[in-house]
């Protein structure tokens, strides 16, 4: 099992920058790839969307709202994923979950998300 511990959400304004932080524990020798997705406001955990994943090669995709202003990056040795946020706006509000996946469908594991708040 893994358990994600998601930080660094929080309100900032218009063009503003945050950066999140996923901390991964327990048997993480298995994760093939992590990813960043947001729940928009009002909407269920199941409609989450992807923001950004980075796979253990370190191949990265990211949302097209988000290219150019998004960077996910990680620190193996701390077990740590990055998601550098710049120029964020209002629609970039939300509950910011961290995800992890391994080798089987059952390998899949979220955190219980932080919350980002882009004020106009």
């Known amino acids: 099992q893994v358990q994600l511990v998601e930080s660094g959400g929080g309100l900032v304004h218009r063009g503003g920058s945050l950066k999140l932080s996923c901390i991964a524990f327990g048997s993480t020798f298995a994760i093939n790839e992590m990813g960043w997705y947001r729940q928009a406001p009002g909407t269920q955990r199941d409609q989450r969307n992807l923001?950004?994943?980075?796979?253990?090669?370190?191949?990265?995709n990211y949302a097209d709202s988000v290219k150019g202003r998004f960077t996910i990056s990680r620190d193996n040795t701390n077990n740590t994923v990055y998601l550098q946020m710049n120029s964020l706006q209002p629609e970039d509000s939300g509950i910011y979950c961290c995800n992890a996946k391994g080798p089987t469908i059952e390998f899949n594991y979220w955190g219980q998300g932080t919350q980002v708040t882009v004020s106009s």
């Open positions: 923001v950004a994943q980075i796979t253990r090669r370190d191949n990265i």
